[in-house]
């Protein structure tokens, strides 16, 4: 787990302090008032799209409820392997090496070498190699891996590095390149990362079809192309034929936490980082794994075989989404990283109280002050945060992430809900991308 350090260098509004001390009395609020409405754990509404790039591999746009904007184009190629970096059995001996994944960030209005895209895209590139380091940690997952994904049409857990495994001297190299359409009105890590989370789930690498150690040739068929992150077809939420008992890789997640006082606020809005005491970025993967939670419903198995004889696609599907309830998703979140990040509050104007003044009717001095300002901070004035955070607030942040139900879970399943492995081009909605998904495995 990495820690590290970091300034907001983004635009934000400039509040009087008096702006700011009502709108850190209002955050502080059992429950928080935000600016926009939104409840603590609520996230700014967002609208996305998939593929929307040719000529590439997987991509993806997302636009939030503020007007920012990103498009996330993923291109991937092969290139050699260094000299000794893979053993004879074809084992990363990196597990994950960094330059696998290249990650660039165009941010309108800022140097390619200025500090914010910089930090953002090695961030975001941490977090996947992590992720894939991490899934290939364990001993029996990574001796398994490559027979299991064989087995079961890429479906097992497997890390990155060896999804991008051609042979000894080739591997993929992914280009992700992020474009940032609007220029920063927050800090614009969760739209960079929930967009790249998209894009990667929506990319597709071509099959191998040479063997061995042969110069790779693949398949011409962009249908055959195999997901970088393997994903449950209808047909594997179906007791009777699915196969995908091991579990599957999610690309990473980086989520942008902030804390007023004990109040913790997730996905953060520029007026509310004005008043932040403390900001984490904190990175998460997950795998799930999908399994039968009603194997002795002898009655749903006869269903599903009536179904197959009679070989009509309408009792079949009736059929399928009978079952289908019966499977469920058991969803594990990791830990990849904690980042703290300066907040912009830090270098705010301090407010200064009113001690109470003397003023003469005959005289036109200034009004001089009758006391002296306390040294220490004042209810109703706003004081910018000094110093760090305690131990106890960061506990706080990662329960209300990685708990049972919490953060980490609903913005997966807020994401798993884009059907990004739709078909390019399928008209009908769900029910008949449905009905060609069983035409299609049916025969």
Same mark, same amino acid.
């Given at each position: 787990?990495?820690?590290?350090?970091?300034?907001?260098?983004?635009?934000?509004?400039?509040?009087?302090?008096?702006?700011?001390?009502?709108?850190?009395?209002?955050?502080?609020?059992?429950?928080?008032? $935000?600016?926009?409405?939104?409840?603590?754990?609520?996230?700014?509404?967002?609208?996305?799209?998939?593929?929307?790039?040719?000529?590439?591999?997987?991509?993806?746009?997302?636009?939030?409820?503020?007007?920012?904007?990103?498009?996330?184009?993923?291109?991937?190629?092969?290139?050699?392997?260094?000299?000794?970096?893979?053993?004879?059995?074809?084992?990363?001996?990196?597990?994950?090496?960094?330059?696998?994944?290249?990650?660039?960030?165009?941010?309108?209005?800022?140097?390619?070498?200025?500090?914010? &895209?910089?930090?953002?895209?090695?961030?975001?590139?941490?977090?996947? /190699?992590?992720?894939?380091?991490?899934?290939?940690?364990?001993?029996?997952?990574?001796?398994?891996?490559?027979?299991?994904?064989?087995?079961?049409?890429?479906?097992?857990?497997?890390?990155?590095?060896?999804?991008?495994?051609?042979?000894?001297? %080739?591997?993929? *190299?992914?280009?992700?390149?992020?474009?940032?359409?609007?220029?920063?009105?927050?800090?614009?890590?969760?739209?960079?990362?929930?967009?790249?989370?998209?894009?990667?789930?929506?990319?597709?690498?071509?099959?191998?079809?040479?063997?061995?150690?042969?110069?790779?040739?693949?398949?011409?068929?962009?249908?055959?192309?195999?997901?970088?992150?393997?994903?449950?077809?209808?047909?594997?939420?179906?007791?009777?034929?699915?196969?995908?008992?091991?579990? *599957?890789?999610?690309?990473?997640?980086?989520?942008?936490?902030?804390?007023?006082?004990?109040?913790?606020?997730?996905?953060?809005?520029?007026?509310?980082?004005?008043?932040?005491?403390?900001?984490?970025?904190?990175? /998460?993967?997950?795998?799930?794994?999908?399994?039968?939670?009603?194997?002795?419903?002898?009655?749903?198995?006869?269903?599903?075989?009536?179904?197959?004889?009679?070989?009509?696609?309408?009792?079949?599907?009736?059929?399928?989404?009978?079952?289908?309830? #019966?499977?469920?998703?058991?969803?594990?979140?990791?830990?990849?990283?904690?980042?703290?990040?300066?907040?912009?509050? *830090?270098?705010?104007?301090?407010?200064?109280?009113?001690?109470?003044?003397?003023? #003469?009717?005959?005289?036109?001095?200034?009004?001089?002050?009758?006391?002296?300002?306390?040294?220490? &901070?004042?209810?109703?004035?706003?004081?910018?945060?000094?110093?760090? %955070?305690?131990?106890?607030?960061?506990?706080?942040?990662?329960?209300?992430?990685?708990? *049972?139900?919490?953060?980490?879970?609903?913005? %997966?399943?807020?994401?798993?809900?884009?059907?990004?492995?739709?078909?390019?081009?399928?008209?009908?909605?769900?029910?008949?991308?449905?009905?060609?998904?069983? $035409?299609?495995?049916?025969?």
């Amino acid at each position: 787990m990495a820690t590290t350090t970091t300034t907001a260098s983004t635009s934000y509004p400039l509040l009087s302090p008096a702006e700011l001390a009502y709108l850190h009395t209002s955050l502080s609020r059992t429950p928080p008032i $935000r600016p926009d409405g939104r409840r603590a754990r609520q996230f700014r509404p967002l609208a996305t799209e998939w593929n929307l790039l040719p000529a590439t591999n997987g991509s993806a746009r997302v636009c939030f409820s503020d007007g920012s904007e990103a498009v996330v184009g993923v291109k991937a190629e092969v290139a050699p392997s260094a000299a000794g970096m893979i053993d004879d059995g074809g084992v990363d001996r990196a597990q994950a090496d960094d330059s696998w994944v290249t990650l660039s960030i165009d941010i309108p209005g800022v140097r390619e070498d200025d500090g914010l &895209p910089v930090y953002l895209a090695a961030m975001l590139t941490e977090a996947l /190699v992590v992720s894939s380091a991490a899934s290939a940690a364990s001993p029996a997952s990574a001796a398994s891996a490559s027979t299991a994904a064989g087995a079961k049409g890429g479906k097992g857990i497997t890390s990155l590095s060896r999804k991008l495994y051609i042979n000894r001297r %080739f591997h993929w *190299r992914l280009c992700i390149d992020i474009l940032l359409l609007s220029p920063p009105l927050s800090y614009p890590l969760p739209l960079l990362s929930l967009t790249t989370h998209l894009a990667l789930l929506a990319t597709r690498i071509p099959r191998l079809v040479s063997e061995g150690e042969e110069d790779p040739v693949f398949d011409d068929d962009w249908e055959a192309a195999e997901w970088l992150y393997p994903r449950w077809s209808p047909r594997d939420r179906v007791p009777a034929y699915s196969n995908a008992s091991s579990p *599957r890789l999610l690309p990473p997640i980086t989520l942008l936490v902030m804390a007023v006082g004990s109040t913790i606020l997730f996905d953060p809005s520029q007026e509310e980082l004005s008043v932040a005491d403390m900001v984490l970025a904190i990175s /998460v993967a997950a795998t799930e794994t999908l399994h039968n939670v009603d194997d002795d419903d002898d009655d749903a198995d006869v269903d599903v075989e009536m179904a197959d004889d009679d070989g009509s696609i309408a009792r079949r599907k009736r059929a399928t989404k009978q079952r289908q309830r #019966s499977m469920t998703t058991t969803r594990a979140i990791s830990l990849l990283a904690i980042r703290t990040i300066d907040p912009p509050s *830090r270098l705010t104007t301090p407010g200064v109280p009113d001690p109470g003044t003397t003023t #003469s009717t005959t005289d036109a001095t200034p009004p001089t002050p009758s006391a002296v300002p306390p040294a220490g &901070p004042v209810d109703g004035v706003w004081t910018p945060p000094r110093g760090g %955070f305690k131990r106890g607030l960061v506990r706080d942040v990662l329960r209300a992430v990685m708990g *049972r139900g919490g953060v980490a879970d609903e913005v %997966f399943d807020g994401l798993e809900a884009v059907v990004v492995g739709r078909p390019k081009g399928a008209e009908g909605g769900d029910e008949m991308w449905w009905d060609e998904e069983l $035409r299609r495995w049916a025969c």
